[in-house]
């Protein structure tokens, strides 16, 4: 089938912004007491940040595997043991329908917070709140994950003596103060087949990619581990392709040629929604 126009066949990165988005970040996570990281369900391991452990140096943190509503059920518990195990600290499940979530991240932060609490009780200095910040790739839910804990008007702290003039914090609990501002980890990546996947969630601008080349290869991630069910959502017999999908739904352009461009829009659209089913791109590390 004739293609309608040339496609990106690797995803483009901006190296030169990542330093500054890095130094940015640490500067703000030096306020910090824990660290709460957010990973999307459908590529744990894709949209963590190969650097984490240097960024954060010592401080606890709390994995937050979200958007577990748009992936695999079966494979979360195995994810959830396997990132445990791997970063040696908590990891919580939540969703855009769940509304119990803050109060498990409470719960996490003030148990991972309590040998800072310990510290200063010993040195005979008044307790204060635990500082934490919600950090990861863009678009795997930050911000969702700040508007609960923030929720019902929850007073601001404003500038703190000592901290910054600058930072905005949020009193979520009596012992927690919320940086009320996102940490965007820069999506810097070597691996071509992890920036794919980062694409196809969103977690990298629409100008670095193109989105046929990128449907295509989710096409063929997802026949890989769900043949059954993307056959049966798209109704093809035939291989599963960007071209048959057009054929199958008569969507046509000009030559009698499927459209490629609706149909890879459409794929994207639909993988992103949940609509074919709920999935994990990625493979849990043998």
């Given at each position: 089938m004739g293609v309608q126009k040339q496609t990106m066949s690797h995803i483009h990165w901006y190296p030169?912004?990542?330093a500054k988005a890095e130094k940015t970040l640490s500067e703000k996570l030096n306020l910090i007491d824990v660290v709460v990281e957010v990973l999307d369900a459908r590529i744990p391991i894709s949209s963590s940040y190969p650097n984490i452990k240097k960024l954060i140096k010592h401080k606890p943190r709390l994995i937050l595997l979200n958007k577990t509503d748009l992936a695999d059920a079966g494979t979360l518990k195995l994810w959830k043991?396997?990132?445990?195990?791997?970063?040696?600290?908590p990891v919580l499940f939540t969703s855009a329908n769940s509304k119990k979530d803050e109060n498990?991240?409470?719960t996490s932060v003030l148990e991972l917070s309590s040998e800072m609490r310990e510290r200063l009780?010993?040195?005979?200095i008044l307790e204060?709140?635990?500082r934490i910040m919600v950090i990861g790739m863009p678009n795997v839910g930050k911000s969702t994950i700040i508007n609960r804990l923030t929720k019902n008007g929850k007073a601001k702290v404003g500038a703190k003596a000592g901290v910054t003039r600058q930072q905005q914090w949020v009193r979520v609990h009596d012992k927690i103060e919320l940086l009320d501002t996102p940490g965007i980890i820069p999506t810097v990546q070597d691996n071509q087949l992890a920036s794919i996947k980062l694409a196809t969630v969103s977690s990298i601008g629409e100008n670095a990619f193109d989105n046929e080349f990128v449907a295509c290869e989710l096409l063929k991630i997802l026949q890989a581990r769900y043949e059954a069910r993307l056959r049966a959502y798209y109704?093809?017999?035939?291989?599963?392709?960007i071209e048959n999908i057009a054929l199958a739904r008569n969507w046509i352009v000009k030559g009698a040629q499927p459209d490629i461009v609706r149909t890879s829009q459409?794929?994207?659209?639909?993988?992103?929604?949940?609509k074919i089913g709920k999935f994990t791109l990625d493979e849990l590390p043998v």
């Open positions: 030169g912004h990542i043991e396997f990132l445990e195990r791997e970063n040696s600290c498990a991240i409470v009780k010993a040195k005979n204060r709140p635990a109704g093809v017999e035939g291989e599963i392709t459409f794929i994207l659209t639909n993988f992103r929604n949940g």
